[in-house]
């Protein structure tokens, strides 16, 4: 049996609106799906304002860009990302500040923010990853003590909750992506999302091309080409329609993988804490020092019975990129550990229950239980 690490799910109401699209004739930025997609998002999260994007790291570098974040600030993110976390504010020349990961969670280890605040810290970015809330009553408190702006990255964390609020609702803006493996996809694609009237008016200047408002045209400051097409926005419709049912679906993929792998020895399985409803955007699991078989081990042995898994993601302070910014005597232990001990299993949307027997049963031969 072949397990691919995620496969989407493209409902019948998307190719029916993508169609329509074509046949419209509507295949650029304007176009009604656009502004569907933009008001059934906001309604979702309970927001005023959605506005579309290229991708979740032009969203990202957006809300950066609304915010005026630039030279001379810094913006605190975790260690443990996505590295277009950190990219979105290496573009607009701000300095990233990082900070060290819980072990269970793997998100934003919050005890440590308050001493990574300076005179010039603008903003936090929490990143909710794999689908976990971070503790963000804590985050939002800080930052309203020391008057700094949050930016959730919330692009793995479509419905997710933290005390029964939606993520990617809580920062002053925020940031969603449906590229082709996350909760709702569009191909490629973006969101910013904000109350801020201000803020997302900025958001739709400056991702068309800053046409000056009173003439068209006519260009006052440095503006940018981050416009969805009506094409992506209409599958982005139906996607967002059947949210639900992927919620659930996802929800039940971690319930059974759950029951199944409980007993495996060294295999330590996702957490969800008393505030957080998870949405596991992927299966994420660590491979012990108790287990039999190291992490790579047991990933090349699944590899070769046809399970394709991920690593999880790279310590970003560890990378070449960002090497001016980070004090070499400085480390991130836990974010260096996840990324020698992490990987996630089949996590995609269409898992049949017998892929996810197969990959269960497989894991328990290989380790042994
Ligand atoms: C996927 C992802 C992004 C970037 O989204 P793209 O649409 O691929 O540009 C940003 N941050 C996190 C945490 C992600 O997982």
Redesign the pocket.
Known sequence: MKVPVNEPVITDESKKLVLDALETGWISSAGQYIETFEQEFAQFLGVKHAITTT???TA?HLSLLALGIGPGDEVIVPAF??I??VDAILYVGAKPVFIDSEPDTFNMDVSLLEKKITKHTKAIMP?HIYGHSVDMDQVLQIAKAHDIVVLE?A??AHGATYKGRMCGSMGRINAF???GN?IITTG?G?MVVTDDTVLAARCRTLKDLAHSPKRRFWHEELGYNFRMTNLQAAVGVGQLRSIKTFLEKKRWMAAEYGKRLKDVKGLRLPITKDYAENVHWMYAVIVEDSCALSKNELRSALTDVGIDTRDFFYSAASMPLVKQYVDPSEHFPVAEDLEKRGLYLPSGLALTQEQIEYVCQSICDIIGV
Do not use: R
């Open positions: 991708s979740g790291t990202l990302t996505m277009a976390s990143v990255d692009a793995e992506s449906f590229y996350k490629e973006g």
